[in-house]
């Protein structure tokens, strides 16, 4: 039996790419995995069933087998060290590929979060405008040295890898804004990834869930 993923039955993001299990649905297709999708409503997320696979309630959840787990960075580094592809054979440059996994979501994507919740819940409060510049500064703190890293390399260490899946998936959650595009090399490294084959593949099956969701 194939890996089966949770999503979003309705997903938050409208078909836009950015729900968590496509970075699992993208790493199944750079591998050539195939995979089932098992999709989950919000009041299915927080019953007893799904909160025994994520003790958070959230998506996505993969299962195979006996194995069951949580988090899409694991799920992500779990597709890429079974499979030939994701990661480099040799020991140095695997290690650094998993570096750049946990760059991604440790030193990236928490800052770009934090600016997507403020921009949505915090618009009502007199100090809005100053918390958002406040965290624009720390995520272009962050932008310029990923850029300076990149610099007119096509990826992040070599080969495309699962480091620089991770990285370009945090990326594009500033897909509102411009401040990836501040940086022409980090906007050409995203429409690079974004153009990959395997990209392709894994948002038109996120984005057809969407489709069926709103037609529903």
């Not at 999709?39 to 927080?46: D, G, P």
């Not at 570096?99 to 921009?119: D, G, K, M, N, Q």
């Not at 593949?201 to 709103?214: C, D, I, K, M, P």
């Amino acid at each position: 039996m194939p890996p089966t993923l949770t999503a979003f039955k309705a997903s938050p993001d409208r078909g836009r790419g950015l729900a968590r299990d496509m970075r699992v649905r993208w790493a199944f297709e750079e591998v050539g995995q195939p995979y089932e999708v098992r999709l989950v409503t919000f009041a299915q997320m927080k019953a007893p069933a799904h909160l025994a696979l994520h003790p958070f309630g959230q998506i996505p959840t993969y299962e195979e087998g006996d194995l069951a787990i949580f988090e899409c960075g694991a799920m992500v580094l779990h597709v890429a060290e079974r499979h030939a592809g994701l990661l480099p054979d040799e020991a140095n440059a695997r290690a650094r590929a998993i570096s750049w996994i946990f760059a991604a979501l440790s030193t990236l994507e928490p800052p770009i979060t934090e600016w997507e919740i403020s921009r949505f819940t915090e618009r009502d409060k007199s100090w809005f405008g100053e918390r958002l510049a406040a965290v624009e500064d720390r995520i272009r703190t962050r932008l310029g040295q990923l850029s300076s890293r990149l610099g007119d390399a096509d990826w992040l260490d070599g080969d495309f890898s699962a480091g620089d899946l991770m990285m370009v998936s945090v990326l594009q959650r500033l897909g509102g804004s411009s401040l990836v595009a501040e940086h022409p090399n980090l906007a050409a490294y995203v429409a690079r990834a974004q153009a990959r084959p395997a990209y392709r593949r894994a948002f038109e099956a996120q984005y057809a869930v969407f489709l069926a969701a709103s037609k529903g």
